[in-house]
């Protein structure tokens, strides 16, 4: 009888050590090939910012967008250029404020647009994509290949998923 306790209890103990490997309680912003299984992770804290900094192909200035994990939602909040020239806003969308910083450079803010995930393509040529998060600057070159396409999204992983996945260390 002792026995079938001591069994029953060692049971029901892996059975919840195993459920807890699977259940997810890590956020992170996840980078992934959209054509793979693969997966790189950063742990992030619920409302921080990130920001992609890139060339833009066309007038080859830069271009900085401002996001934050919301959830598990993307906002877009924020973004500066150099110049408003094709594929540039030359002002804000209706609930946003336009405004031209000390520097000379266009701002957006107040944006409020929300992705559960967004591509990106890894620039080949000039773009020299930039993941900016944690203090640390993250050419997405040393991520993935140049060229590759990417979705970014935020989600919570599980210590399975995590063990999986690549933790780019920042």
């Known amino acids: 009888m002792k026995k079938n306790r001591v069994k029953r209890m060692f049971i029901g103990s892996s059975i919840l050590i195993l459920a807890l490997f699977f259940i997810p309680f890590t956020k992170c912003l996840i980078i992934s090939p959209v054509e793979e299984q693969s997966f790189t992770y950063i ?8 920001r992609i900094e ?5 007038h080859l200035s830069q271009v900085e967008e401002w996001y934050a994990a919301r959830n598990h939602k993307i906002e877009l909040f924020k973004m500066v250029y150099e110049d408003t020239s094709i594929g540039m806003p030359s002002k804000g969308d209706e609930g946003t404020s336009f ?26 040529v000039k773009a020299n994509h930039l993941l900016h998060i944690k203090e640390e600057t993250i050419p997405f070159r040393e991520i993935y290949h140049e060229g590759t396409l990417v979705e970014i999204k935020v989600d919570t992983l599980s210590l399975w998923q995590l063990w999986r996945g690549v933790n780019f260390h920042v």
């Open 43 to 50: 742990p992030i804290q619920p409302n921080e910012v990130f």
């Open 99 to 124: 405004r031209i910083t000390e520097e000379g450079k266009y701002e957006i803010s107040n944006m409020n647009r929300f992705f559960s995930s967004f591509h990106l393509r890894i620039g080949q």
């Open 54 to 58: 890139y060339t833009h192909s066309i």
